[in-house]
């Protein structure tokens, strides 16, 4: 059961330069989101999905763009990127059942620098 | 304005005792749900415990449990007898339900490092 599944690991880019950051589940989460984790700032939440076709902002979506086409899958995509976006993403999901626990999976994160 | 609250940046603990972090949130819905999360320097997020808004009683899980104070707006999370292990950033989170029924996003307060001593 891979659970949360985020890839790449590290990344390094150039101003100016795209690159998606992938994510998959497994466990037939409605609910996905992506966040960035910096010093001294918790983690904001970028976007979030409440099912496939459904995206959402977050606190902080300006500089990223999200899709679900299905369950499973919700990449973000950095369409020009600033050294203000060098953080570290997770990805995280969830049931979306009103009452349940509804605890967030977190994926392993990813690095990025943008020089 | 800021949803989730956690007000001490630090805290240290000798091993064995306990401890309490502090978390106040801000909502007027009144179906919600405060999480704990742990992060340990290896940096992946661990769940610690759970209290929905309206749950009678305080959750526990283990060592770990919820000071959870509807009125006053708080959820703490209390550590019984600290180890070394969970020397960590703690992050308290809540979750609102949409008036649909349906979750909604869950955010973040910045979080609590704690330094359990030997």
């Known amino acids: 059961n891979a659970g949360v599944t985020q890839t790449p690991k590290f990344q390094v880019l150039k101003t100016g330069q795209s690159m998606t950051l992938q994510c998959a589940q497994d466990m037939n989460h409605e609910y996905m989101s992506w966040y960035r984790q910096d010093p001294g700032m918790g983690l904001r939440l970028i976007h979030y999905?409440?099912?496939?076709?459904?995206?959402d902002q977050g606190e902080v979506p300006n500089g990223y763009n999200v899709s679900r086409s299905t369950t499973e899958d919700f990449p973000l995509r950095l369409l020009s990127a600033a050294p203000s976006q060098t953080s570290v993403y997770f990805c995280?999901?969830?049931?979306?059942?009103?009452?349940?626990?509804?605890?967030?999976?977190f994926g392993s994160g990813t690095q990025l620098s943008v020089l | 304005a800021q949803k989730i609250t956690q007000t001490q940046p630090g805290m240290f603990v000798q091993e064995k005792e306990a401890v309490t972090l502090d978390c106040t949130y801000d909502?007027?819905?009144?179906?919600?749900?405060l999480f704990w999360y742990k992060q340990p320097s290896s940096g992946e997020m661990i769940f610690l415990i759970y209290q929905g808004s309206y749950d009678q009683q305080n959750a526990t899980e283990g060592r770990y449990s919820l000071n959870f104070q509807k009125a006053r707006k708080s959820a703490n999370l209390v550590i019984s007898a600290s180890q070394l292990g969970d020397s960590a950033m703690y992050f308290c989170a809540m979750r609102e339900l949409s008036s649909q029924g349906g979750s909604e996003k869950l955010v973040f307060g910045k979080g609590t490092k704690l330094t359990v001593n030997p």
């Open positions: 995280a999901s969830s049931y979306s059942n009103p009452g349940a626990s509804e605890k967030l999976f």
């Open positions: 999905s409440v099912g496939a076709g459904i995206t």
């Open positions: 909502t007027s819905d009144p179906s919600y749900g």
